[in-house]
Structure formats: structure tokens, C-alpha cells
């Protein structure tokens, strides 16, 4: 496949670098420019010999698309949440700028709150100034740069995070503080799998794009499992890093939905033999691993990717009805195959288990695990201090401290700090426990 790489020097070769490295049978071809104007005159020139384009953003992308027929497989390098985590972690941690009074531009204003929401920032909270995407205007970029302009000098921001590389350069030279949000190497090799699966499709039946929906299933208002919030997003976190590894497996190309959905783009023929035609989705025992947390999904066949993604949805609100932990097939033709989850077992006794294989391990009787599991419910993000939690589960302390000892033993729990409670004696551990 001869793949073009369209956009910005500095993006360009980013993409060059982590494209050649994973995928090194690709012919690459570099295609810059210096603004996203120029996009649509570049592909008018090289689609012809190219079998694929990727466009660094969706500003390029959306400008070619409206002025020049595609011939070709088309993508762009999205704005992810990983993207977008990563440069408020350089504006916060490198550059020392508060993060909740930014001007952005690329960025949807309910993904960022979205995103924000997930590391503990309610929007109330915020002083964000989100640019329009008027992404095919002429003055697209003089708005843009107009708008973080005003939003600094007016000292309503403490910087400015774009997508854009011409805009960065303008702060650059203005001296105004600006973060560049560059697509992460996840973001990059999971664009380009995309592509390449749709490229593929065009030629093979076998390689007819599977699509594949995920949810995370949350335990019901009855569950003895509350929701919590940061606990929640831990759990995101390491599903996330679940899903990743399952689709690194079947060789697909994954795309987060929001902040409990995923997307898995896969080529029939890869995702049929991995899987053993759909006996051992082992994505199900990944998570089960992990968290206290179980998914639901839906497979989707399709002539078009969008028929196939069609198809996956209804999978998964079939998955979902059911009561989750299960997946089902949906056939180009509509036939349906499921449940796919041989041990699908309801949340609830699904947490038992778990609760009961840590007791298991520790050698701590089910009932005192059960004891702490509830009365470390009670305490704030699951956070105690030692005499706190025997007091709330009638245990004298020093017997607490030997249960602590032994969960801290198999990494159940963790010593998080240290306070002195008396004003004699030895400060008071601060422990977390970390199997919820």
C-alpha cells in the first residue's frame, strides 16, 4: 500500500516515524504544506498515485473533502482523549499554567467536559473558551488566531492549547503561552489500521471490515457496588488498556466513543480465526482480570463499514437488554448469533466471586472481606485510616491491622501516607484499598 501523509512539517513527520516503525511493508509518501488552506491542491495533485491518504486534522481533511472528489481511502488523525490528556498534563506539569482557563481550538466544548469531568473537574469549575470549528471558511485561521488573541490579552486564559500548527507558531512569536495537541502514537497506529482495513476491504471478502461495539456495563441501583466516581475512571482506565491489548491481537483499529464506549474496526478473516469463529472472545476474561467491571458487546458484518458498524449496535443493545457480560453477531443479512459469553453470570455474582477469590488469597475469612468491603464503602474514595475502618467493622484494631497486612501482602490495599492522629505514640497509616 502507498500511503500518503498530508499536513504540517512537524505533524508530517511524527506520523512518518511511527507509521514506518509498525507498519515497515507501507510506502510512505510525505506531503507538506505550511497551511491547511493548501490541503485540497495537494490531493488534487497526488491521489492519483496513491492508494491512501491521511490528513494530519480535521481541518485539512474537511477543506479537500469539499472542494476535491475522493478516489481514494481518505482518513484523518482524530482528536482523542488521550490527545487531549496529554497537553493539559504539559500545560499543568511542564509549563505550570492552570488548566481550567484555556482557550482551545479543534476540540468539541462537550468532549472537553467530558474529558475534564473524568479527572474530577465538574464544568462549573471551568474558564474554557472553545473556538467554532468553522473548518471550511476562508479566514478559518485568522479567527482562530484572533480568538486566542483577545482571550490572552484579555487575561481570561492562562494559555492556549490548539491543533492547529500555523497557529502555534503565530502564539509562538507573540510570546503568548500555547501547548500544541499532538496526535499520541496510540491515536496515529490505530488511524492508520483503520485505513489500511479499508483498503483492504475494497479488494478481499475476506478482508470485509468486521466492526465490533463495547460498553462497559455498570452494576444496577440494587448492587451492593455504589458508583464512584474516581474509581470509575481508574476502571475506564485499565478497561482501556484491556481493549487496546485485545485489538493489538486481532490487528484492529480501536476508537473511543466516550467515556464508556469503544469502537474495534477488524477484518473478518483475522477477528474469525483469532477468535475460533467467536468461541473464545477473550476480551471478556481481560477485563474480568482487571476491574470490577464487566462489558457488553456486539460484532457487526456489513457490506459498508457503516453497515457494519449498524450492525454492531444492535448487537449490543441486544448484549445490553440481556443484562450485559455477553455479546452478540449481527449478519450482513440480519441474522443474529449469541450469546457469545459462555460464562456470563449476572454483576452481582460476578462481584461475589471476586470478593471470594481475595479471600481465597489473603486466607481472610468471606465474611470479614464482606465486613470491609462495606464499611470501606463509607469512607471516602475507599481511604481510612486503620482504627477508622475497625471501628466501622466492630474489629478490635490490632486484628485490623493484621487483615490490612495481609491484603497490603497480595496488593489489595496500599499505604498512601502517613498523620499524626494522638499527639503521642506513632503517626497513623493512611491506607487505600485497591480491589474495588
Not at 97 to 113: A, K
Not at 245 to 273: P, W
Not at 341 to 358: A, P, Q, V
Not at 394 to 402: A, G, T, V
Amino acid at each position: 500500500m502507498k500511503l500518503g501523509i498530508i499536513g504540517p512539517e512537524q505533524f508530517v513527520n511524527k506520523v512518518h516515524v511511527v507509521v514506518k516503525k509498525n507498519y515497515p511493508r507501507i510506502e510512505l509518501v510525505n506531503l507538506v504544506y505550511k497551511e491547511a488552506a493548501e490541503a485540497p491542491d495537494i490531493v488534487q495533485k497526488y491521489q492519483s498515485n496513491l492508494d491512501a491518504l491521511i490528513f494530519s486534522g480535521k481541518t485539512p481533511f474537511k477543506l479537500s473533502e469539499k472542494l476535491i472528489k475522493q478516489n481514494i481511502v481518505w482518513e484523518y488523525l482524530p482528536r482523542h482523549g488521550s490527545t487531549l490528556l496529554s497537553s493539559l498534563l504539559k500545560a499543568s506539569a511542564l509549563k505550570k499554567h492552570d488548566i481550567l482557563s484555556i482557550s482551545f481550538d479543534t476540540f468539541d466544548r462537550d468532549f472537553l467536559h467530558e474529558v475534564y469531568e473524568e479527572i474530577g473537574f465538574k464544568r462549573e469549575g471551568l474558564r474554557c473558551f472553545v473556538a467554532e470549528q468553522k473548518l471550511t471558511d476562508n479566514n478559518y485561521i485568522d479567527y482562530v488566531y484572533r480568538f486566542h488573541c483577545n482571550n490572552y490579552y484579555s487575561k481570561k486564559v492562562s494559555c492556549c492549547i490548539t491543533g492547529l500548527v500555523e497557529i502555534y507558531e503565530k502564539l509562538e512569536e507573540k510570546k503568548i503561552p500555547c501547548i500544541l495537541a499532538s496526535p499520541v502514537k496510540t491515536v496515529i497506529l490505530a488511524a492508520v489500521e483503520k485505513l489500511r482495513l479499508e483498503y483492504l476491504a475494497q479488494g478481499n471478502r475476506d478482508s470485509q471490515i468486521v466492526v465490533m461495539a463495547v460498553q462497559i456495563d455498570f452494576p444496577n441501583e440494587h448492587s451492593v457496588i455504589k458508583d464512584d466516581e474516581y474509581q470509575n475512571f481508574v476502571d475506564r482506565m485499565s478497561i482501556s488498556k484491556c481493549v487496546y491489548l485485545f485489538a493489538s491481537k486481532i490487528k484492529a483499529a480501536v476508537v473511543e466513543v466516550n467515556h464508556e464506549e469503544y469502537m474495534i474496526f477488524t477484518t473478518k478473516k483475522v477477528f474469525e480465526t483469532v477468535t475460533n469463529n467467536y468461541e473464545n472472545i477473550y476480551l471478556f476474561e481481560l477485563v474480568e482480570e482487571k476491574v470490577f467491571k464487566t462489558i457488553s458487546l456486539g460484532i457487526g458484518y456489513g457490506g459498508t463499514a457503516q453497515s457494519a458498524k449498524f450492525n454492531a449496535y444492535l448487537g449490543l443493545n441486544k448484549a445490553i437488554k440481556m443484562g450485559g457480560n455477553t455479546g452478540f453477531v449481527v449478519y450482513e443479512n440480519g441474522d443474529i448469533r449469541g450469546p457469545l459469553n459462555n460464562k456470563m453470570e449476572k454483576c452481582e455474582n460476578f462481584i461475589d466471586k471476586r470478593l471470594s477469590n481475595i479471600s481465597e488469597k489473603t486466607g481472610i475469612s468471606i465474611n470479614t472481606i464482606y465486613k470491609i468491603y462495606n464499611a470501606a464503602e463509607k469512607c471516602d474514595n475507599y481511604t481510612f485510616y486503620s482504627n477508622e475502618l475497625a471501628n466501622l467493622c466492630e474489629i478490635n484494631k490490632r486484628s485490623m491491622d493484621r487483615f490490612l497486612q495481609k491484603l497490603e501482602l497480595y496488593d489489595f490495599c496500599e499505604t498512601i501516607g502517613k498523620k499524626m492522629v494522638y499527639n503521642t505514640g506513632r503517626p497513623s497509616r493512611l491506607i487505600k484499598l485497591t480491589f474495588f
